[in-house]
């Protein structure tokens, strides 16, 4: 008998498969592994008489219509992200085409003398590998979903710095630039935003550890407007600055309904010295065995050149100033920390 060939009359059944629309006149689907087979014809071919092994309830295992999505229902609200389960409801419902916030482009750029490109063979005296542009690029774009544009490794002149400045201004609605912010005499970068690109700095330099030098500004370039973070260059100080203060605007400029990074609560595992400064102190997060809230570990010297101090870790504690009364937190202090890698 086909689907829909006639109704089922009291004492009838079908074998159906899961999914499949209920045969007419049908109340209960049993599973086949609670039914026996007792009588067969045409060979095995055709299933005469079956037996139900146990009594099922009128509606047992079916799925009502519109038990998933209920006619006229609002699947998706508006400034939702739209993730795998958000994009998968989207392809159920078929709305393939859908008004979403364009994702900003970013343009990375690094500055100094002394940089080489990773690929680049051996150092030559007095140089580095540029690591900041490999971070923040798989930071931005492979692990937060950017748009990410290279913006090369530009001099210390402000000859040089310029036309890298345009370009990467030219080709990404925000710029993220490295180096080139503090108070050394080849520190071009506000000098450059400000006089040859007429950019309005909103800060450049801000009280915290590490990232005090990070700089904000804003310009108008080609008729649109154009966002500038100014990050220091030690790698560690670019990578929090780029949690910090990058990631949020990001979201923000991509409709994020809440760009902010996730913080929730830790013990710390050993007593931490407080800096002058707020800290954001680079952890390692996780549970103990009958403790709800997390552990945090420091991932140990905490100077901002030394990568190896995030390279491990999953969160930064937000560590208050040192104050003369309080110089250190004691082993065990509950602190904020914010969540910047897997649990
Ligand atoms: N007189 C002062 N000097 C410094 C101050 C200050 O307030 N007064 N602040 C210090 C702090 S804190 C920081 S952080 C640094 C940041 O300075 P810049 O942002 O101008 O960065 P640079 O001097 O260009 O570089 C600092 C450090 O990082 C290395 N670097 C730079 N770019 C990269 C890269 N792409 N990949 C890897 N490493 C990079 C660079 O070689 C330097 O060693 O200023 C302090 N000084
Ligand atoms: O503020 Mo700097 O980023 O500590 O080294």
């Known amino acids: ?40 014809a045409d060979g095995g071919r055709l299933e005469v008489e079956i037996e139900i092994l146990w009594a099922p309830s009128k509606g047992q295992d079916v799925r009502q219509i519109g038990s998933d999505i209920a006619l006229g229902e609002r699947v998706l609200l508006k400034g939702t992200v739209l ?46 590998r540029d690591s900041n542009k490999t971070s923040l690029m798989a930071l931005i774009g492979n692990k937060n979903g950017f748009h990410i544009v290279d913006a090369g490794i530009a001099q210390d ?4 710095l310029l036309p890298y400045l345009r370009s990467a201004l030219s080709s990404a609605d925000v710029v993220v630039s490295t180096g080139g912010v503090s108070m050394g005499d080849r520190d071009y970068l506000k000098d450059v935003l400000q006089a040859d690109v007429g950019a309005k700095i909103h800060f450049g330099r801000v ?29 560690v ?51 103990k065995p009958g403790i709800s809230i997390p552990i945090a570990r420091s991932t140990g010297n905490q100077i901002s050149s030394r990568m190896l101090s995030l390279a491990s870790a999953n969160g930064l504690l937000i560590l208050p100033p040192r104050t003369e009364e309080k110089t ?15 649990l």
């Not at 109704?7 to 599973?31: F, K, S, W």
């Not at 005090?212 to 500038?228: D, I, Q, R, S």
């Not at 605007?249 to 902010?260: D, E, F, N, T, Y």
């Open 1 to 40: 008998m086909q689907l829909g060939d006639r109704y089922l009359m009291p004492g009838e059944c079908m074998r159906i498969n899961t999914g499949a629309p209920l045969p007419p006149g049908a109340d209960a689907v049993v599973q086949v592994e609670d039914t026996s087979l007792l009588r067969e």
């Open 83 to 128: 993730g795998a389960s958000e994009l998968g409801l989207l392809a159920t419902v078929g709305a393939t085409c859908v008004l979403v916030y364009r994702l900003p482009v970013v343009a990375i750029l690094s500055t100094g003398n002394e940089l080489q490109e990773p690929w680049a063979g051996p150092l030559h005296p007095g140089c580095i």
């Open 157 to 160: 002149s402000p000859e040089v």
């Open 207 to 235: 009280m915290m550890k590490p990232g005090k030098p990070t700089t904000f500004a804003t310009c108008e370039y080609e008729g649109k407007k154009k966002l500038v973070f100014g990050l220091p260059g030690n790698p």
């Open 237 to 287: 100080s670019a990578m929090v600055t780029c949690n910090l203060f990058v990631l949020p605007a990001l979201r923000k400029m991509a409709g994020h309904p809440s760009p902010l990074c996730t913080v929730i609560r830790a013990l710390i595992e050993k007593d931490i010295k407080l800096d002058p400064r707020p800290e954001f102190h680079r952890v390692l997060l996780s549970w």
């Open 328 to 342: 250190y937190l004691p082993a065990g202090s509950e602190v904020d920390a914010m969540v910047v890698g897997q």
